[in-house]
């Protein structure tokens, strides 16, 4: 997780779990899952269509 130390990951946990509550985080994990594998898949079409405009 780049420069985060377990410290600092276990204080995100703790903020989250205190502002969100436990029964949202799987929700929220969810979604930013979602959220971040359809960042990929459009980040890979756009560099398909770069090296496909190259050729």
Do not use: H, W, Y
Request: glycine share 14%.
């Amino acid at each position: 997780m780049g420069n985060l130390g377990f410290g600092e990951i276990m204080l995100i946990i703790i903020v989250a779990l205190l502002v969100f509550g436990p029964s949202k985080l799987p929700q929220l994990g969810k979604a930013a899952g979602e959220t971040l594998r359809e960042f990929k898949r459009g980040m890979r079409g756009i560099m398909e269509d770069d090296t496909k405009d190259k050729k």
